[in-house]
Structure formats: structure tokens, C-alpha cells
């Protein structure tokens, strides 16, 4: 079994319409879906290169895609040099106008809902707007964004709020994530609460054997290591021993159809094993990019090798403001924010940014949650091998190939430092 879960959520002291209320733009849709797959890639590998930046050595897990879609809310309603800084920072420079990218945003939710609903495993991706009832909402926000829009009293019930809020996100994640909304994270002041919520379960296409489960080294370093329970399994993958990473390229699939043989699979656990040396990590890291990703996984071949993999449990909690600044995401934090295409009437600002995240790897996949608050103010080719041993520090990403969506990512360095 696999289960990943996110949620991305701004909460806001008070607001800030204009081109949301535009008329449709007449592009392919397909052409526009394609451009902002493209664009949720490259902020997932630069969101990963920022954080290993602001956590070295230690071990990694979050979810780019929640990041992405809560971002992406607050994009919509925003204007000015908000407008600009979120959509050079999401990638959606290639948008004629922000009606386009609301469309292809819409599309995408839909497509994916209806592909979930075919397949023998779980995704869902919500999203809120939490308002408290006293703002005047923007005369066409209702009909852009009904679905994701709730207006609450805020003011006189915050602690009714926190918990109405919680349990939506507990609800989304199959309570893998109960009380992300810790007392005080909103006040009186509160005007918005933006979330992004996704879930995701599945089992392995080939699924590891318990029994062949054992205890084995897991090298932090040359000199250091650990003993982890290891899981192990001989098929047939693609692989790809990619000379521009350094590194194996393996993906590992869920099962996404009913059939027994599922080789074709859509969702897969892509990791990249770098070469046994203390540096090797780094140097794959600053060559990954959204380019790199995608050659590698084009170009994988399949072959029969035998997969050792560590079972392990993670959870994480990252503080996202210094991240996002790496991002180039400022503007919207400060005095200056404008969110016009919320609300006319009153001034919006963020000044804080939170993610947890959780993940659990077992013989029959994997169960992971992950949360994001954001809270207003107050080399030479690789050896064809025949084994892959994930027993040093390796990468690894949940990975939609349909859309080229990184849903998970993380790095696994130390079992030590597990949570």
C-alpha cells in the first residue's frame, strides 16, 4: 500500500479585481495543460534544490505539488508585482492572460479526478479558500472559484475556525494529519486561510516479499553506517544509468489498472541512486533539473535487476518562508502585497510559511502525508549493474508521468536521523 497526503495553506490578517474576471481564452487547452505541467516540473526540482540548500545532510521529505496548487490559488488572486513575482516563480510565464491559466488549472483537476476514478489506486487534490464572511468578495470570484471558496466568521470564532479547518484537512489526508493548525496560528485578524490538500494511495506494480525482508548496512558515509531493514525483490524496471547525473535512474511503478501485469503504469517512485562516494549526492543534486529528469526517464530501458530498498517512516516540518525567498517569493510577504482579485477592500500581506510532511515505505508501498501553512501577519557513465542497493544516500520523487507531476520528493541520507 501507498499513501501520500499534502496540504498547502495561507492564512491572512486582512485583503487586497481585475483580469480573473476576463473572458476564457480561446488556446488549445491541451497546448496550456502541457505548459503548466511543464511548469509545476520546474518549480518541483527547484523547491528541491532550495531545500537541501537551506537542510544540508539531513534527510528530506515534502510535497512540490501542494506547494504548487496553493501557491498557484493565491496567484489567482493576485495583481500588480504580486501577480508577477508568483507567476515568473510558478513558471506560468507562457500564459496569455491569468483566465488561461485558471482554465488549464480547472481542466487538470478534472482529467485527474476521472483518471483516479479508473484506477485501483487513490489520488484527490483539494483546494480552499477559506474568508471570513466580512470581506466583499470581488464580484466574478464566486464563478471563477466557487467550488474552492468558504465564507466563515472568522472574527468572533477562531477557535471554531482552526478546528472546522483541521478537520477538513484531516478528512482530505484520512487523518494522517489531524491538528496542522496549532492554537494562535490564527487570530481574530484572520481574514483567509488558502489550503491545498492531496491524498495518495496506492500499491506496488511488483511487491516486495516480507520474508526477504532483512537487516542489512546502510552507508552514510565510506567509513559510517547503519543497520536497516531491508527490502528486496528481483523483476524486471526501467532503469536508466544516466551519464549527465552520474547516477542509476530507476523507476519502481504502482499498480494504476486492474490487470496482474501493470507495465505500463502512469505513477512510479523514481529514485536516483548517485555513486558510492561521499560527494556523489551533492554533484547529482546540482545537476538535477526538470531537462535532466525528463531525459533520464525517456531514455530508461527495461531489464531484470535485483531492487534493495530501506523500509522506513519520516516525518518532517520545514519552516517555508526562507525557502520560498530562494524561490524569488517576497513580494506577497511584505506591506506592498496586492491581492485585487480577492477583494477591493481590504489589504493582504503573508508573513509566514510552514510544511510537514510524513512518509512510511513498506513491502506494499508507501503511506505519506504532507502539510504547508503559510501564515499571514502578525561524469563517466554509470556500470551496467545487476543489483540496485539503495544503501547509501539516495533521491527519490512519486512521480505522475501522464503529467509530469512530482506529487512527492525527498532525500534519504541518514536512518538515524528518522523522526
Same mark, same amino acid.
Given at each position: 500500500m501507498k499513501v501520500f497526503l499534502s496540504l498547502m495553506m495561507l492564512v491572512v490578517p486582512a485583503l487586497l479585481n481585475a483580469e480573473l474576471c476576463g473572458t476564457p481564452t480561446d488556446a488549445s487547452m491541451s497546448s496550456l495543460r502541457s505548459d503548466l505541467y511543464r511548469g509545476q516540473q520546474e518549480?518541483?526540482?527547484?523547491?528541491?534544490?532550495? @531545500?537541501r540548500k537551506a537542510t544540508p545532510n539531513e534527510n528530506v521529505?515534502?510535497?512540490?505539488?501542494?506547494?504548487?496548487?496553493?501557491?498557484?490559488?493565491?496567484?489567482f488572486g493576485a495583481t500588480g508585482e504580486s501577480e508577477k513575482e508568483l507567476a515568473n516563480v510558478l513558471r506560468l510565464n507562457w500564459a496569455p492572460n491569468k483566465e488561461a491559466v485558471r482554465s488549464a488549472y480547472r481542466t487538470e483537476?478534472?482529467?485527474?479526478?476521472?483518471?483516479?476514478?479508473?484506477?485501483?489506486?487513490?489520488?484527490?487534490?483539494?483546494?480552499?479558500?477559506?474568508f471570513d464572511q466580512r470581506i466583499k468578495l470581488a464580484d466574478c470570484l464566486d464563478s471563477r472559484l466557487h467550488d474552492? @471558496?468558504?465564507?466563515?466568521?472568522?472574527k468572533d470564532n477562531v477557535e471554531e475556525t482552526?478546528?472546522?479547518?483541521?478537520?477538513?484537512?484531516?478528512?482530505?489526508?484520512?487523518?494522517?494529519?489531524?491538528?496542522?493548525?496549532?492554537?494562535?496560528?490564527?487570530?481574530?485578524?484572520?481574514?483567509?486561510?488558502?489550503?491545498?490538500?492531496?491524498?495518495?494511495?496506492?500499491?506496488?506494480?511488483?511487491?516486495?516479499?516480507?520474508?526477504?525482508?532483512?537487516?542489512?548496512?546502510?552507508?552514510?558515509?565510506?567509513?559510517?553506517?547503519?543497520?536497516?531493514?531491508?527490502?528486496?525483490?528481483?523483476?524486471?524496471?526501467?532503469?536508466?544509468?544516466?551519464?549527465?547525473?552520474?547516477?542509476?535512474?530507476?523507476?519502481?511503478?504502482?499498480k494504476t489498472s486492474m490487470k496482474e501485469d501493470d507495465e505500463n503504469s502512469d505513477i512510479s517512485m523514481v529514485i536516483i541512486l548517485p555513486a558510492f562516494n561521499n560527494d556523489a549526492l551533492e554533484q547529482v543534486l546540482s545537476k538535477l533539473n526538470?531537462?535532466?529528469?525528463?531525459?533520464?526517464?525517456?531514455?530508461?530501458?527495461m531489464r531484470e535487476i535485483e531492487v534493495s530498498l530501506p523500509k522506513f517512516e519520516f516525518e518532517q516540518?520545514?519552516?517555508?518562508?526562507?525557502?520560498?525567498?530562494?524561490?524569488?517569493?517576497?513580494?506577497?510577504?511584505?506591506?506592498?502585497?496586492?491581492?485585487?482579485?480577492?477583494?477591493?477592500?481590504?489589504?493582504?500581506?503573508?508573513?509566514?510559511?510552514?510544511?510537514?510532511?510524513?512518509i512510511k515505505i513498506d513491502e506494499e508501498g508507501s503511506t505519506a502525508a504532507a502539510a504547508t501553512v503559510l501564515v499571514s501577519f502578525r561524469s563517466a557513465r554509470p556500470v551496467e549493474p545487476?543489483?540496485?542497493?539503495?544503501?547509501?544516500?539516495?533521491?527519490?520523487?512519486?512521480?505522475?508521468?501522464?503529467?509530469?507531476?512530482?506529487?512527492?520528493?525527498?532525500?534519504?541520507?541518514?536512518?538515524?536521523?528518522?523522526?
Amino acid at each position: 500500500m501507498k499513501v501520500f497526503l499534502s496540504l498547502m495553506m495561507l492564512v491572512v490578517p486582512a485583503l487586497l479585481n481585475a483580469e480573473l474576471c476576463g473572458t476564457p481564452t480561446d488556446a488549445s487547452m491541451s497546448s496550456l495543460r502541457s505548459d503548466l505541467y511543464r511548469g509545476q516540473q520546474e518549480f518541483s526540482v527547484a523547491m528541491l534544490d532550495a @531545500i537541501r540548500k537551506a537542510t544540508p545532510n539531513e534527510n528530506v521529505f515534502f510535497s512540490p505539488y501542494s506547494t504548487y496548487h496553493a501557491l498557484l490559488l493565491a496567484y489567482f488572486g493576485a495583481t500588480g508585482e504580486s501577480e508577477k513575482e508568483l507567476a515568473n516563480v510558478l513558471r506560468l510565464n507562457w500564459a496569455p492572460n491569468k483566465e488561461a491559466v485558471r482554465s488549464a488549472y480547472r481542466t487538470e483537476k478534472k482529467l485527474r479526478e476521472v483518471r483516479t476514478k479508473e484506477m485501483p489506486l487513490e489520488f484527490a487534490s483539494a483546494d480552499r479558500l477559506y474568508f471570513d464572511q466580512r470581506i466583499k468578495l470581488a464580484d466574478c470570484l464566486d464563478s471563477r472559484l466557487h467550488d474552492e @471558496i468558504v465564507q466563515l466568521n472568522i472574527k468572533d470564532n477562531v477557535e471554531e475556525t482552526r478546528q472546522q479547518i483541521n478537520s477538513w484537512i484531516a478528512n482530505v489526508t484520512h487523518d494522517q494529519i489531524k491538528d496542522m493548525i496549532a492554537s494562535g496560528d490564527i487570530d481574530s485578524q484572520t481574514q483567509l486561510v488558502l489550503a491545498n490538500a492531496a491524498y495518495f494511495k496506492g500499491q506496488w506494480s511488483s511487491r516486495f516479499n516480507a520474508d526477504k525482508t532483512q537487516q542489512m548496512p546502510f552507508y552514510t558515509s565510506s567509513e559510517k553506517y547503519s543497520f536497516v531493514p531491508m527490502m528486496k525483490q528481483k523483476g524486471n524496471f526501467l532503469l536508466h544509468p544516466d551519464e549527465r547525473l552520474g547516477a542509476h535512474v530507476l523507476q519502481l511503478p504502482y499498480k494504476t489498472s486492474m490487470k496482474e501485469d501493470d507495465e505500463n503504469s502512469d505513477i512510479s517512485m523514481v529514485i536516483i541512486l548517485p555513486a558510492f562516494n561521499n560527494d556523489a549526492l551533492e554533484q547529482v543534486l546540482s545537476k538535477l533539473n526538470a531537462d535532466t529528469l525528463d531525459a533520464s526517464l525517456k531514455e530508461a530501458s527495461m531489464r531484470e535487476i535485483e531492487v534493495s530498498l530501506p523500509k522506513f517512516e519520516f516525518e518532517q516540518r520545514l519552516e517555508l518562508l526562507p525557502i520560498l525567498g530562494q524561490l524569488g517569493v517576497k513580494q506577497i510577504f511584505g506591506s506592498t502585497a496586492s491581492f485585487n482579485d480577492f477583494s477591493t477592500e481590504q489589504q493582504l500581506s503573508f508573513g509566514d510559511a510552514k510544511h510537514m510532511a510524513k512518509i512510511k515505505i513498506d513491502e506494499e508501498g508507501s503511506t505519506a502525508a504532507a502539510a504547508t501553512v503559510l501564515v499571514s501577519f502578525r561524469s563517466a557513465r554509470p556500470v551496467e549493474p545487476t543489483k540496485f542497493e539503495c544503501n547509501h544516500p539516495f533521491v527519490f520523487l512519486i512521480y505522475d508521468h501522464k503529467s509530469s507531476a512530482v506529487l512527492f520528493t525527498g532525500i534519504y541520507r541518514d536512518p538515524k536521523t528518522m523522526k
